[in-house]
């Protein structure tokens, strides 16, 4: 028997990047994973490449009324839950005012409020079953204040305090809450990187690979239920921070 035999997860910006191996690296555990994405032919795609465990369900978490709609959607692709990975989010880098109020709220919408209402949705059905596991996606920059990217900085350290409030809240639950914090990956995020920290990090080989990121959430996923990895922060050798 596999490690995750029987379990469903959901997984949010699964059509790429972290949220696609990680869905890879569940299924491989023998989880069924509902790919959530706003990208309906990338998540076709990968449901068709990954076979009968893969569900997609396309959902805009920037749009109120998808978002609020998640906990009925997973239910409906899979008829229950227990391991939610939140991991949907985008990238602002450089000086403040090189930017818009607008991009800014953008960026804040999907990585920071999008992901407590995502948690908030799916904790009731987890709670009624006295069990699950929630993950958080955050990033390196949530422990270091990071110069050339303040606003991404800025809403990962969010992220940092609400996963560890929230895994004290749910503890007495049966809910193991946990973050993975990577430094950079290569995904399509880095479209954004100011070009210099970009080649200078390509040079360096200061990237690491998504899957890299989708087996430490396997292995926080697999520890005991008396154990919880509350976070783990990984990356690049060569990553100078």
Request: with cysteine; hydrophobic share 50%; glycine share 8%.
């Amino acid at each position: 028997m596999t490690a995750l035999e029987g379990k469903i997860a959901a997984v949010t910006g699964a059509a790429s990047g972290i949220g696609l191996a990680t869905v890879e690296a569940l299924i491989g555990a023998g989880a069924r994973v509902v790919l959530i994405d706003r990208d309906t032919a990338a998540l076709k795609a990968a449901c068709d490449r990954l076979g009968p465990a893969a569900m997609p369900l396309t959902l805009d978490l920037l749009d109120a009324k998808a978002c609020a709609s998640i906990l009925e959607g997973i239910l409906g692709a899979a008829g229950g839950l227990d391991i939610f990975h939140a991991n949907a989010g985008t990238y602002i880098g450089g000086d403040l005012t090189a930017t818009t109020p607008e991009a800014i709220d953008r960026m804040l919408n999907l990585n920071v409020n999008a992901v407590m209402k995502n948690v908030h949705a799916v904790i009731p059905h987890m709670i009624a079953r006295g069990s699950g596991d929630i993950v958080i996606t955050s990033s390196v920059a949530g422990h270091f204040p990071v110069p050339w990217e303040p606003v991404y900085s800025a809403s990962k350290w969010a992220m940092t305090c609400f996963t560890q409030t929230m895994r004290r809240q749910l503890l007495k639950h049966g809910i193991r809450v946990g973050q993975v914090s990577p430094g950079p990956v290569i995904s399509a995020l880095l479209a954004d990187w100011p070009e210099e920290n970009l080649r200078k990090a390509k040079e360096a080989g200061a990237l690491i690979e998504p899957k890299e990121v989708a087996e430490a959430i396997l292995f926080m996923l697999t520890r005991p239920r008396t154990v919880t990895i509350r976070d783990v922060i990984i990356l690049p050798s060569t990553f100078d921070i």
